[in-house]
T-cell receptor, first 111, second 110 residues
Framework: SQTIHQWPATLVQPVGSPLSLECTVEGTSNPNLYWYRQAAGRGLQLLFYSVGIGQISSEVPQNLSASRPQDRQFILSSKKLLLSDSGFYLC??????????FGQGTRLTVV | QKEVEQDPGPLSVPEGAIVSLNCTYSNSAFQYFMWYRQYSRKGPELLMYTYSSGNKEDGRFTAQVDKSSKYISLFIRDSQPSDSATYLCAMTTGFQKLVFGTGTRLLVSP
């Protein structure tokens, strides 16, 4: 079965600092991987998705970027964090058309 | 207009009640419909999915899809305090880009 590892679980960063969140997947090969952000009362917003190594699609313009250096590794980054980047970040992996598995998330607070 | 609309709640019910959670959507191309449960500070977990219109039952949970009305529902029978969570509907055209509702917070009191 698929397992998604996300770290760190919580993070407090000052405005203007860089960010790197990592997600790794076990139990499947060549997965489609996703980064979502969840803000209070606003549901899950799709940020990036990747169908393979080096292939990244961005859903919304923002202060973030994503990379997929290995088949089962997905990284979310920022060069300079903004206050508005605070939120709950979730990595997800799709199996078939219907089953998306999520990591446990990273709660980011930008201060 | 959002692609998927969901009442954020909170919805408060007593233990044992039947709970009805709903979403409406605007994109007629959606074919796969899912319900996720999310406990506080955790990632969402898949509860149920249905393809196209119809009903699907799994224990105390029943998912319904009415594509003609662009309306989906999740029913929870004999609700328990452990069902207290945020329930998110999600849907996709089949190309694996899930679109989520905002989630409905459910509170089941003993």
């Amino acid at each position: 079965s698929q397992t998604i590892h996300q770290w760190p679980a919580t993070l407090v960063q000052p405005v203007g600092s860089p960010l790197s969140l990592e997600c790794t997947v076990e139990g499947t090969s060549n997965p489609n991987l996703y980064w979502y952000r969840q803000a209070a009362g606003r549901g899950l917003q799709l940020l990036f998705y990747s169908v393979g190594i080096g292939q990244i699609s961005s859903e919304v313009p923002q202060n973030l970027s994503a990379s997929r250096p290995q088949d089962r590794q997905f990284i979310l980054s920022s060069k300079k964090l903004l206050l508005s980047d605070s939120g709950f970040y979730l990595c997800a992996c799709f199996v078939y058309y219907t089953e998306a598995f999520f990591g446990q998330g990273t709660r980011l607070t930008v201060v | 207009q959002k692609e998927v609309e969901q009442d954020p709640g909170p919805l408060s019910v007593p233990e044992g009640a039947i709970v009805s959670l709903n979403c409406t959507y605007s994109n007629s191309a959606f074919q796969y419909f899912m319900w996720y449960r999310q406990y506080s500070r955790k990632g969402p977990e898949l509860l149920m999915y249905t393809y196209s219109s119809g009903n699907k039952e799994d224990g105390r949970f029943t998912a319904q899809v009415d594509k003609s009305s662009k309306y989906i529902s999740l029913f929870i029978r004999d609700s328990q305090p452990s069902d207290s969570a945020t329930y998110l509907c999600a849907m996709t055209t089949g190309f694996q880009k899930l679109v989520f509702g905002t989630g409905t917070r459910l509170l089941v009191s003993p």
